[in-house]
């Protein structure tokens, strides 16, 4: 019969085993006397990356068949110090960009890129809203529908990044067209 090398294989298994036992109970000994094994895990989160210290608060997009469309809410960051979003992507389209509302020439307001980003002041939401800042989707892939999903990640000054879910949501007559990126708004002007 072969089988006379089956004892073998179990041997060498058991030994196996042993190291592995010995290498958890190493581990173990580590642990606060009396505590149960769920006692060492309870301490390892404090040492977590570190993450994205921004919310975003009631983020919505305005519907849009195509073309273009933005992203607004309000965001914060829970940390202590200023933070900067430096850019942003969207799930509707591989263009979107930061947009901030200006005077223009003859006193109407224009739209254009904030090359610094939107800078976060801690205690202080910054809100994005139609007529000022503004996260801007151009060439739409898709139309925007009333409850449609675009999951929007932003990239922060400290390198992390956070992710949040835009629901599309159709503004009221009135509101500026952000279909025309020159489209003028309601926002008076800050120094006249
Ligand atoms: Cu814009």
Avoid: N
């Avoid at 800042?133 to 151009?138: E, S």
């Amino acid at each position: 019969m072969s089988s006379s090398t089956r004892p073998h294989r179990g041997l060498l298994l058991l030994v196996g085993a042993s190291a592995a036992s010995f290498v958890l109970a190493a581990c173990a000994a580590g642990a606060p006397a009396g505590g149960a094994p769920a006692a060492g895990a309870a301490t390892a989160p404090a040492a977590v990356a570190p993450q994205a210290s921004v919310t975003v608060s009631d983020p919505w997009v305005k519907t849009a068949e195509s073309g273009m469309t933005a992203v607004f809410g309000s965001v914060s960051t829970s940390g202590s110090a200023p933070l900067t979003v430096v850019s942003a992507r969207t799930s509707a389209s591989p263009r979107t960009e930061l947009h901030e509302v200006v005077m223009g020439e003859g006193g109407s307001m224009v739209m254009q890129p904030r090359e610094d980003g939107f800078v976060l002041d801690p205690g202080v939401p910054h809100v994005l809203a139609p007529g000022g800042d503004h996260i801007m989707i151009m060439d739409l892939a898709s139309p925007i529908r009333p409850g449609d999903e675009v999951e929007v990640t932003l990239t922060l000054s400290d390198g992390t990044t956070a992710e949040f879910t835009a629901l599309g949501k159709e503004t009221s007559g009135g509101e500026e067209d952000y279909g025309d990126h020159a489209a003028g708004t309601h926002v008076p002007g800050e120094d006249g």
